[in-house]
């Protein structure tokens, strides 16, 4: 026989939800697990959303917020008796304020086994570079040299 209630791991279970942030996600949504880091001239951003259709997936840039929709949709097999059923369904959602100096015309997005990439170029005004020094005109070098003739 099966025991399909722990109520000890249930507690657990609203304990978790209780406490936990949103990470982002606006009331009655649940976030998505996610990676984020720079690499050179780019940032790159992974969401996990195992299950969940890609055409479901929204993504939308307003102002400097970036804002990530999914639906991922229950079963509604009738004649299944569910044992355990832990995967959230729903919509989940990610809003992440960017900073200046990144190129949201350029934001490029990927699927690959149930991962959303983003890759977020960084805007040219906003790369390192090096200034050249250029010298002195020799016009005004020859003006500093120049004698002070005293009246």
């Known amino acids: 026989?099966?025991?399909?209630f722990d109520p000890f791991r249930e507690i657990d279970r609203l304990a978790g939800q209780m406490?936990?942030?949103?990470?982002?996600?606006?009331?009655?949504?649940?976030?998505?697990?996610?990676d984020l880091y720079r690499s050179g001239d780019?940032?790159?951003?992974?969401?996990?959303?195992?299950?969940?259709d890609p055409g479901s997936v929204d993504i939308n840039v307003d102002?400097?917020?970036?804002?990530?929709?999914?639906?991922?949709?229950?079963?509604?097999?009738?004649?299944?008796?569910w044992l355990r059923r832990e995967r959230s369904t729903g919509t989940f959602e990610r809003r992440l304020t960017l900073g200046d100096g990144l190129d949201f015309d350029r934001i490029d997005a990927t699927w690959q086994d149930g991962v959303l990439t983003l890759t977020i170029p960084l805007a040219e005004q906003a790369k390192p570079r090096r200034i050249e020094i250029k010298a002195a005109k020799q016009q005004q070098q020859a003006a500093i040299d120049a004698p002070v003739v005293n009246g």
């Not at 970036?66 to 008796?81: H, K, P």
Request: proline residues 2%; glycine residues 12%.
């Open 42 to 52: 780019h940032f790159v951003l992974h969401c996990d959303l195992a299950g969940v």
């Open 63 to 81: 102002g400097r917020v970036l804002t990530i929709r999914a639906e991922r949709s229950a079963r509604t097999d009738t004649d299944v008796q």
């Open 19 to 34: 406490f936990a942030g949103t990470g982002g996600a606006a009331a009655g949504t649940m976030a998505m697990p996610m």
């Open 1 to 4: 026989m099966v025991l399909t």
